[in-house]
Each structure stands twice: as structure tokens, then as C-alpha cells.
């Protein structure tokens, strides 16, 4: 079975405060615009994530260790610069 891979576009209607929240969130963790969030939140929604499950709990320690050093030290500013990392 092929999958459509075509892509069609939507329309999406939200309220004033709606969008100035969506822009200040795309904003702030690194998304190109609100179009890119709403991909990414419906993403999530359809196709939930199973990270908890991907890494054990010592990995889920490491990493959390590797960041906060990493935010003492000044290599990573912090979360907001960690998701614009990880969406580049």
C-alpha cells in the first residue's frame, strides 16, 4: 500500500488572543511560525511520542545531568535555546 504524501492545505481561524499567544510560543521555542507549530501540535496529538519509553531510566539521568552541567558551565542558555536547538 502506497501513502499519499502530497500535502494539502488548511485554513485555520483563531481568535486575536488565540494567535498573539501561537506567535509569542513559536517565538519563544524556536518554531518558523504558527503554521510549523500547528504541524508539529496536531503531530503529537495523531502520533503521540513514546520518549519515556525509547530511553531507560540511566540514559533519562545522563541526559538530564549532560543539561544541567551544560547550563552551569554557559554552553546552553537554557530550555528556550535547548527546543531551538533541537528544531533546527
Do not use: C, H
Request: charged letters at 35%.
Amino acid at each position: 500500500m502506497e501513502l499519499d504524501m502530497a500535502y494539502k492545505q488548511i485554513n485555520l481561524s483563531l481568535s486575536e488572543s488565540m494567535r498573539l499567544k501561537a506567535q509569542a510560543y513559536a517565538d519563544k521555542y524556536g518554531f518558523k511560525n504558527i503554521q510549523e507549530l500547528a504541524t508539529e501540535a496536531l503531530r503529537e496529538k495523531i502520533f503521540p511520542a513514546k520518549y519515556d519509553e525509547d530511553f531507560t531510566p540511566e540514559q533519562v539521568a545522563k541526559i538530564e545531568l549532560l543539561l544541567k552541567t551544560s547550563i552551569e558551565k554557559g554552553d546552553v542558555v537554557g530550555e528556550e535555546e535547548i527546543m531551538k536547538i533541537l528544531r533546527s
